[in-house]
C-alpha cells in the first residue's frame, strides 16, 4: 500500500514551522510497512488545497493529511474535504458531547464557532480527539483511503495512535516485510567507506543502502526486504555481519545511539574514571559527557583552559613547551592531557586544543587545524586533525574526534584514519 | 514569481530526517518576497523524481531542489536533471579544481569518485561549493529557474547565500514589502508577556504578531507590511519601539541572536574578563559562550566540577559547607561563584549546581532544583531556579539562566523573574 502524507499551512512553506508532523507519521507508518512513496505541503489556499487532493488522491491508496481544521477563519481544510468528495456537512453527537465535556472539565464556556466543530462530512466516520476540539475524518471510497487530522502534533498523535494507525495496520495484510537498521560511522570519510565495501549490488544481494553524511560521521542506513519478519530479521543479520567484517572498527553504534552513550557504557563497564581538558572545544565535550544521565559515575572532572595561564596553573603545562611550540601543538596537547589526568588522579585524560576559526590561523597552523591527547597508565599520546573552516561544524567535529580515539582506545583499535 | 521547493531522500520519507532543508529555504525566499507555493518530497528513486521534476517546473516560475547530489551510488539527482533536461555530462575544470584544492587542503586522497563530482549537466551553471565537494546546479530555461543542491544543510547553505539568492533576488521586481523582525526574550514566561503587552491588536496597528516559545525563552515575530521599504521599517520601527517601552527589560536580541553573543559584546565593551564553574550544565554555559568567534577575549576559562572532590580541589569550596547544605545549594554555588573568580583573578566569576534529571532527586530537593550563582568585585549573589524533568532541556534553561543573569547584571537590571 502506498501512502502520501499533505501537510497544509502558511507557516510550514515559509518556514517557521518545520514540518516534523510529516516525520513522524512518515516514521509510523514505515513501522508497520505502508509505503510513504511521498509528501508535500500546500498553504491555506482552497483551491490549491482541493487540486493537491486530485493529484494525490489518484496515485495512492492512502493519503494523510494534517492542518486548517481549527476554529479560526485561515482553516479550511473541512470545506476542502466537502467539496472534493461531493459531500454535506452533518452534526455528530458523539463529537458534540466530546466537545462539550472538553469545555465543561476546563471551565470554560462553549461558543457556537466550538459546537461548529461537531459538524462532519457526511462521507466520513469522525476520529475523536481526546486532546483538543477538532475531530479528525477517516473516509473509505474506492478501496482507497483519506485521512484528515488536525495540525496540533499533540493531537494528531493521540488520533494516530488510537484510530488511524490500528485500521490502516487491520487493512494492511502485508507480503513483503521491510526490516531497517542504521549502522553509524565515524572517522572515516564517506568515500573511502564506500571504497572499503566494493561491490555494494552483491553485498546487499539487491536490498538497498544509503550513506547519510554529517559532521558526526557516515550513518549507512540499510533497508531490508523479506517474506516474513524472522526472513528479512535473518538477512538483516547476514548482510550487517558482512558489513561489519568490512568496516566494523569505524562502526561505534546504530539507528539513535549517541557516541557519548557508547563511551559511558565502556567506561562504566570497565570501572575507569575520566576527566577532560579542553581549549577550542570549550567545554562540548564535556557536556556533550554530560548529557548521558548517570555520567557522574565515570567522569570527574573538566577543565576549559582557555588562557595560557589556564593551561599553565591548572594542568601544570611548562611554559616553555608553550613558548617553543605554541598552545596549539602535539607537545602541548599531550601534557595537557597529562596534566588533567594527573590532577584528578584518575585513569584516563582527554585532551584537545586546536584553531576552530574563523580568526587564529597562522602561517604554519591553519584553521582546522586540531590535536586531540589521551593518557592512562600505559601510553600518552596524541593525533593531529584537519577539520573545515566553520568554527560550529569544527567543534562537533573535534569532539566526535575526541570521543571516538577514547573509544578506539578502550577497545584496543588502531585511530589510523 | 511562485517558487516549488523538491527535497529528495527517503531518510525524510520515514522520519529520520526532519525536513529542515525546505524550512529553511522557504524563509529565506519569503524574505526576498518570493512566494513558496508548495514543497515536496520524493525519494530516491528516478522515475518518481523525474515526475516531479516534470510537475513542478510546469507550474512554477521557480524550482529549488536538494538532495541526491553525494557521490555514491543512491545519489540519483544529477542522472534524472540530465534524462529530464535532455542533456549531457561535461567536465567542468573550475569544479574538478575546487574538489582538487578540498582533498589538498585536508590531506586526503581524491578517488575516481570524487574526480566524477566535476561533470556537469552540460546546460547548468555550476554552482560551486566551498563547503564540501559535490557541485550544484543553475539551470535557466523558458523563463524559468531550475536550481539543484545538495542536501547537506551546511553546503546548502553556503550555496543559497552567496549565489542562488542574490541571483533570484536580481531577478524578482517586488510590489507589496513585508519586514520581519523577532524580538527574543527570556526569563519571562509566555503568558506574562502576552499580559504585560496590553492590547496586541491597537500595538500592532492590524500587523501581526506571533508569540514562539521554546526552552531558550519566548520570541517575538513581527511581520509589517508597507507600500515601500522605508514605509513599511518606519512602521516597525515605531511599533518595536512600543514593545521596548513595555518589556525591553526582558529582550536580549533580535533575529538569530545567541545571548552568548550578546554577552560576548557586553564583556568586550566593558573589558572585563569572565571564568565559569559548572556542575550539573556540564561545560554547556562554556561550551556555549565559546561558540562565539572572539570569545577568548573575555574567557578566561571553565571548570565542570562534576565530582565534590573537584569542587574542593579546583574552587575551595569548604568540605563543610557541602556536608551541611549538600552539593546543591545556595551557599556552595556562592563558593563556587566566589572560587572560580578567585582562582583565575579575573572580574566576574558564574558557577552553577543543580539537579537535572531524571535521577538525583531528594525528599526536599526536586529535579528541575537549580542554584545560579555571580560574584564580582562588588558582590557575590546566587538564586534558586526550578525547571522541568528533561535532562538535555533543563541543560538548555540552565545555561540561559546563567547568561542572562549574566546579562542582566551587566546592564544593571534586577533579576526578579
Redesign the interface.
Same mark, same amino acid.
Given at each position: 500500500m502506498k501512502a502520501h502524507i499533505i501537510t497544509i499551512g502558511d507557516e510550514?512553506?515559509?518556514?517557521?514551522?518545520?514540518?516534523?508532523n510529516?516525520?513522524?507519521?512518515?516514521?509510523?507508518l514505515?513501522e508497520i510497512n505502508i509505503n510513504?512513496?511521498?509528501?508535500?505541503?500546500?498553504?491555506d489556499d482552497v483551491k490549491?488545497i482541493i487540486q493537491?487532493f486530485q493529484r494525490t488522491y489518484d496515485s495512492n491508496d492512502i493519503v494523510i493529511v494534517t492542518g486548517g481544521l481549527g476554529p479560526t477563519h485561515d482553516d479550511v481544510t473541512r470545506k476542502c474535504v466537502v467539496d472534493f468528495f461531493k459531500t454535506d456537512l452533518i452534526i455528530d453527537e458523539n463529537v458534540l458531547d466530546d466537545i462539550k465535556k472538553f469545555f465543561e472539565v476546563r471551565n470554560r464556556k462553549l461558543t457556537k464557532t466550538n459546537e461548529d466543530q461537531a459538524l462532519i462530512p457526511e462521507i466520513a466516520t469522525p476520529i475523536r480527539n481526546s486532546r483538543g476540539t477538532a475531530p479528525g475524518f477517516w473516509i473509505e471510497k474506492e478501496n482507497k483511503v483519506f485521512v484528515v487530522m488536525p495540525g496540533v502534533p499533540y493531537e494528531m498523535k493521540g488520533m494516530m495512535e488510537s484510530f488511524v494507525l490500528p485500521k490502516l495496520q487491520e487493512k494492511n495484510q502485508n507480503k513483503k516485510i521491510i526490516v531497517?537498521k542504521?549502522l553509524l560511522t565515524t572517522g572515516i570519510?564517506? @568515500?573511502?567507506l564506500?571504497?572499503k565495501l566494493g561491490n555494494?549490488e552483491e553485498l546487499m544481494e539487491g536490498n538497498?543502502?544509503?550513506? +547519510?553524511?554529517?559532521?558526526f560521521g557516515v550513518r549507512m542506513?540499510l533497508?531490508i526486504e523479506g517474506n516474513s519478519i524472522e526472513e528479512a530479521n535473518n538477512k538483516l543479520d547476514e548482510i550487517e555481519q558482512k558489513i561489519r567484517s568490512l568496516v566494523g572498527r569505524y562502526i561505534y553504534g546504530k539507528d539513535n545511539d549517541q557516541l557519548e552513550e557508547v563511551i559511558a557504557k565502556l567506561m562504566i563497564d570497565r570501572g575507569f574514571k575520566l576527566a577532560?581538558a579542553?581549549s577550542?572545544?570549550?567545554?562540548?565535550?564535556?557536556?556533550r559527557?554530560?548529557?548521558v @544521565?548517570?555520567?557522574?559515575q565515570f567522569?570527574?572532572?573538566?577543565?576549559?583552559?582557555?588562557?595560557n595561564?589556564?593551561k599553565v596553573? +591548572?594542568l601544570h603545562v611548562k611554559e616553555d613547551t608553550i613558548q617553543k611550540y605554541g598552545a596549539v601543538s602535539l607537545e602541548v596537547c599531550r601534557q595537557m592531557a597529562e596534566g588533567v589526568k594527573a590532577?584528578?588522579g584518575i585513569d584516563i585524560g582527554l585532551a584537545v586544543t586546536g584553531i576552530l576559526?574563523?580568526?587564529g590561523a597562522t602561517p604554519t597552523k591553519?584553521v582546522?587545524l586540531v590535536y586531540i591527547g589521551l593518557c592512562d597508565e600505559k601510553i600518552c599520546t596524541a593525533k593531529e586533525f584537519?577539520f573545515?573552516d566553520?568554527?560550529?561544524?569544527n567543534?562537533d567535529r573535534a569532539s566526535q574526534a575526541a570521543l571516538e580515539m577514547l573509544r578506539r582506545h578502550l577497545l584496543g583499535i588502531d585511530y589510523d584514519d
Amino acid at each position: 500500500m502506498k501512502a502520501h502524507i499533505i501537510t497544509i499551512g502558511d507557516e510550514i512553506l515559509i518556514g517557521q514551522i518545520i514540518n516534523s508532523n510529516a516525520a513522524w507519521i512518515g516514521e509510523k507508518l514505515s513501522e508497520i510497512n505502508i509505503n510513504v512513496g511521498s509528501t508535500s505541503v500546500v498553504g491555506d489556499d482552497v483551491k490549491q488545497i482541493i487540486q493537491e487532493f486530485q493529484r494525490t488522491y489518484d496515485s495512492n491508496d492512502i493519503v494523510i493529511v494534517t492542518g486548517g481544521l481549527g476554529p479560526t477563519h485561515d482553516d479550511v481544510t473541512r470545506k476542502c474535504v466537502v467539496d472534493f468528495f461531493k459531500t454535506d456537512l452533518i452534526i455528530d453527537e458523539n463529537v458534540l458531547d466530546d466537545i462539550k465535556k472538553f469545555f465543561e472539565v476546563r471551565n470554560r464556556k462553549l461558543t457556537k464557532t466550538n459546537e461548529d466543530q461537531a459538524l462532519i462530512p457526511e462521507i466520513a466516520t469522525p476520529i475523536r480527539n481526546s486532546r483538543g476540539t477538532a475531530p479528525g475524518f477517516w473516509i473509505e471510497k474506492e478501496n482507497k483511503v483519506f485521512v484528515v487530522m488536525p495540525g496540533v502534533p499533540y493531537e494528531m498523535k493521540g488520533m494516530m495512535e488510537s484510530f488511524v494507525l490500528p485500521k490502516l495496520q487491520e487493512k494492511n495484510q502485508n507480503k513483503k516485510i521491510i526490516v531497517r537498521k542504521n549502522l553509524l560511522t565515524t572517522g572515516i570519510p564517506e @568515500s573511502v567507506l564506500y571504497d572499503k565495501l566494493g561491490n555494494i549490488e552483491e553485498l546487499m544481494e539487491g536490498n538497498k543502502l544509503a550513506f +547519510l553524511p554529517n559532521q558526526f560521521g557516515v550513518r549507512m542506513r540499510l533497508n531490508i526486504e523479506g517474506n516474513s519478519i524472522e526472513e528479512a530479521n535473518n538477512k538483516l543479520d547476514e548482510i550487517e555481519q558482512k558489513i561489519r567484517s568490512l568496516v566494523g572498527r569505524y562502526i561505534y553504534g546504530k539507528d539513535n545511539d549517541q557516541l557519548e552513550e557508547v563511551i559511558a557504557k565502556l567506561m562504566i563497564d570497565r570501572g575507569f574514571k575520566l576527566a577532560v581538558a579542553e581549549s577550542c572545544t570549550g567545554g562540548l565535550i564535556s557536556s556533550r559527557i554530560t548529557n548521558v @544521565s548517570g555520567s557522574s559515575q565515570f567522569f570527574e572532572r573538566g577543565v576549559i583552559t582557555y588562557s595560557n595561564a589556564a593551561k599553565v596553573e +591548572l594542568l601544570h603545562v611548562k611554559e616553555d613547551t608553550i613558548q617553543k611550540y605554541g598552545a596549539v601543538s602535539l607537545e602541548v596537547c599531550r601534557q595537557m592531557a597529562e596534566g588533567v589526568k594527573a590532577i584528578s588522579g584518575i585513569d584516563i585524560g582527554l585532551a584537545v586544543t586546536g584553531i576552530l576559526g574563523p580568526t587564529g590561523a597562522t602561517p604554519t597552523k591553519p584553521v582546522g587545524l586540531v590535536y586531540i591527547g589521551l593518557c592512562d597508565e600505559k601510553i600518552c599520546t596524541a593525533k593531529e586533525f584537519h577539520f573545515g573552516d566553520n568554527r560550529l561544524l569544527n567543534k562537533d567535529r573535534a569532539s566526535q574526534a575526541a570521543l571516538e580515539m577514547l573509544r578506539r582506545h578502550l577497545l584496543g583499535i588502531d585511530y589510523d584514519d
